[in-house]
């Protein structure tokens, strides 16, 4: 009886001491531990949690905490995006129908308009599609719109800026055997955005997708054709054909590559088209 009362003592004890000693261990890394001096939202917790990526198998998610901070820059300091929400609007409600067609639905999508009379769009990694407002008042139609549109999500689909990322990155001697530091991903990324063209195969290739995309949207695929044979007879070529090289080879084989059953279809109206437009633009 006495040794059993004994035993239990003991272990009670026991315990007692043990968190006793864990209080005060943790009282003690509280007090050397610096205290956090801001705070972070969760796509900044997320992307200091990948500081280095490996970019021959950068991961969805990856891709698009990268774009995020890529995204944040360029809208923060390199141009004004236009913020009437009709406009906005009208544009994703473009994109998301092509980007649910195309190669690469599951990721989320994001279609900004950007306050620039030039003739321009692009697209980072991510999702992160732009287009200028002087793209969307050259174009004759939705279906040229639309065109443009699914080329730059062609972009996103190949991964097309992530292979560029790796290439600059190993040229510049910035990717170690680890990968690829985050920030210097983000630094690279906008580099890319604003001032490297996609090589010639990339355009082809973001081409031929952006056409089947068009396609099983039920965009006319003809409108792809039709805006850059406009856009090449200009007496100065604008700010796309300048970042899009080779566009009458382009032409050529988007043209062989047009499904004839497809080449007509929706976004053909030019006239209901110029005054959407028109009152888009006058309102933004």
Avoid at 7 to 32: D, E, H, K, N, Q
Avoid at 228 to 241: A, C, E, F, V, Y
Wanted: charged letters at 20%; a positive charge.
């Amino acid at each position: 009886m006495l040794k059993s009362l004994w035993l239990t003592c003991r272990r009670t004890c026991g315990r007692g001491i043990y968190l006793f000693l864990s209080v005060i261990v943790a009282a003690g890394i509280c007090v050397i531990s610096p205290q956090p001096t801001q705070a972070f939202s969760l796509p900044e917790l997320i992307f200091r949690g990948i500081q280095v990526i490996q970019l021959s198998n950068m991961s969805d998610r990856q891709e698009l905490t990268v774009g995020q901070q890529i995204n944040q820059q360029l809208t923060n300091s390199e141009f004004k995006l236009d913020r009437d929400r009709a406009t906005t609007a009208y544009i994703n409600r473009i994109g998301q129908r092509l980007a649910e067609q195309s190669t690469r639905p599951n990721i989320p999508y994001t279609f900004q308009v950007i306050d620039d009379n030039n003739i321009n769009a692009f697209a980072t990694m991510g999702g992160f599609v732009y287009v200028n407002k002087g793209l969307m008042a050259a174009a004759d139609n939705e279906a040229e719109l639309a065109s443009v549109i699914a080329h730059e999500i062609g972009h996103i689909s190949a991964r097309h800026s992530i292979k560029q990322m790796r290439q600059m990155a190993i040229a510049s001697g910035v990717a170690s055997a680890a990968g690829l530091d985050g920030s210097k991903a983000v630094q690279i990324g906008v580099e890319l955005a604003l001032r490297r063209p996609h090589s010639r195969q990339a355009e082809y290739e973001a081409d031929q997708l952006g056409l089947q995309t068009m396609g099983r949207s039920g965009y006319a695929q003809s409108g792809m054709v039709d805006f850059m044979k406009k856009l090449l007879n200009q007496p100065s070529p604008p700010s796309i054909l300048s970042t899009h090289p080779a566009t009458s080879d382009r032409i050529a084989a988007i043209s062989q590559a047009i499904d004839p059953n497809l080449a007509s279809g929706e976004g053909l109206n030019n006239a209901d088209y110029k005054l959407e437009i028109r009152r888009l633009l006058r309102a933004s």
